[in-house]
């Protein structure tokens, strides 16, 4: 018979176009991918894939496998999700995936009082922006802000959430600077991979063209609460910061309306319930940070 587990190997080998990748992939060393995927090569007498300077590339009797391989691990996944959905227990692993800035700016006291009414649910949350494959269970519950709802998989089971607004925000020393006639230029602070945004010539405050340029979210935040420069943050974030305050004469922009997804038979476990119910009524109370009404613009 064939080893699902030499089948997998081969998948990653496959979509990973190298053994390392692989293998960092699957977290094992490449000798344990190259043992696998010449396993099975012996067991279905052909070799699957051809090694170029470029990588690996699949065989024609490669590609024949892979079509049958993904169909073998869609229903492997299908098994483990039906046989997980039946789990009603309140106990057991919680896997829930969210932007970093939600989880520590607005969401974890609510995580802690979930935490707190059921102990027996073990809690895994993973912070990452990056979109996550519910349907492999990569996680049980993702919470995303979603710009388009034409965009979510139609395999994933949405509940939507409150809209999120952004806004343009500087420290408050650095307001009453400039309103002194501080002759410091103010700066656009931006992440790297960002640039400056469409509006940066909005509002009473004049910016230099040169950006200051931060690598994440935590980084940029702590560079406007030092007088920097201004940049765009959630009203989530700029809102509840007092060492902050919003751009005179710029305006809210939306960033798109919170999602809690899941897939299939895991949503229908207890835990997966109650912790998807309890954070959407948590959302609504913070509809109004969300949308950037708990502020007034200073004048």
Known sequence: MIDWDDVRYFLAVAREGSVRA?????????????????????RLGSHLFERLPSGYR???AGEEVLELAEQM???????????????????GLLRATLAPALATHLLMPDFAEFTRRHPDIEMDISLSGELVNLTNREADVAIRVVYDRKTLPINLHGLKGPEVFG????????????????????????I????????????????????FRVSDAEAQL???????????????????DLLLVRVPGTALHMYGTLWLLTQGEARKTKRVRLFTEFVSRRLAGHAPLLAGLSCSIPR
């Open 58 to 60: 699949a065989t024609t």
């Open 73 to 91: 691990e869609a229903t492997v996944h299908q098994l483990e999700a039906r046989v997980f959905g039946r789990d009603q227990d309140v106990c």
């Open 222 to 240: 702590a560079a406007v609460r030092q007088g920097l420069g201004i940049t765009t943050l959630p009203c989530f974030v700029g809102d509840a």
């Open 22 to 42: 692989a293998a960092v992939r699957l977290g094992v060393n490449h000798a344990t991918v190259l043992r696998r995927v010449a396993h099975l090569e012996e």
């Open 192 to 211: 790297s991979d960002h640039g400056v945004p469409e509006w940066a010539s909005e509002g009473d405050v004049r910016t230099s063209e040169v950006p």
């Open 167 to 190: 806004a343009v925000y500087m420290s408050r020393n650095r307001l009453d600077l400039w309103r002194a006639g501080g002759p410091d230029l103010i700066r656009w602070v931006v």
